[in-house]
């Protein structure tokens, strides 16, 4: 959770500001499947969950023309 507003608060934030173009990969520890409709309808470009591994990150990154640095634990 984030401190002052959900995912989905910042989401509509950004889409409905000046960003409204920016794509936007959520990146979530929830698992209930209403988040990920909800993201991609509010115009998340991309949704993945946590923990975060790199075949999933890259299914989300390709398709919009980005690339990632490997994965790195810490």
Excluded: C, W, Y
């Excluded at 794509?23 to 998340?44: C, D, F, K, N, Y």
């Amino acid at each position: 959770e984030m401190p002052r507003m959900t995912g989905l608060e910042m989401l509509g934030e950004i889409k409905t500001g000046i960003n409204a173009a920016t794509p936007i990969v959520m990146a979530t520890s929830r698992r209930e499947p209403q988040i990920r409709e909800q993201a991609l309808a509010m115009g998340a470009t991309g949704f993945i969950n946590k923990p975060v591994d790199e075949p999933s990150l890259s299914r989300v990154l390709e398709p919009l023309g980005l690339v990632h640095a490997t994965l790195v634990e810490t």
